[in-house]
């Protein structure tokens, strides 16, 4: 298995989860965790066409530990700031994707350059532990 793969995000967003869940289930991820990685990719592409331009590749490989998905746009508009840590107020049904995203994974960065932001996502391959609090 390559231990990294990259596609454009184009409009065919059903091929692009069939990569992604394809490469996730070859690396190890199951159940629901597979399906958090591809429904949080899913949104993070979807902000690419949306709101970045339009154009935008993602990448995922895979370490030891943990299965990366990184989406990158060409417009530089998603900030760190715009990944909310609570439940958006109701405004319909949008306006979910970066909290849904930050809900489904272990750990979610934005980095927002000129010309250019990126979203890194990642689940471990193992689930972590729950603590009842």
Not at 25 to 45: C, M, P, S, Y
Not at 83 to 105: A, E, F, S, T
């Amino acid at each position: 298995m390559p231990t990294h793969r990259q596609w454009p995000i184009t409009d065919d967003l059903a091929a692009l989860r069939e990569h992604i869940q394809r490469y996730a289930a070859e690396a190890g991820l199951t159940g629901t965790r597979l399906d958090d990685l591809v429904i949080a990719a899913n949104e993070a592409a979807i902000n690419v066409l949306e709101h970045g331009g339009g154009v935008g590749t993602l990448a995922i490989w895979r370490d030891d530990a943990s299965v990366a998905v990184e989406v990158v746009d060409n417009a530089g508009l998603l900030s760190p700031a715009d990944v909310p840590r609570d439940q958006p107020p109701g405004r319909g049904n949008r306006g979910y994707g970066l909290w849904l995203i930050n809900r489904l994974c272990d750990a979610v960065s934005v980095d927002q350059s000129p010309g250019r932001s990126r979203i890194r996502l990642s689940i471990r391959l193992a689930a972590p532990a729950r603590t009842n609090v």
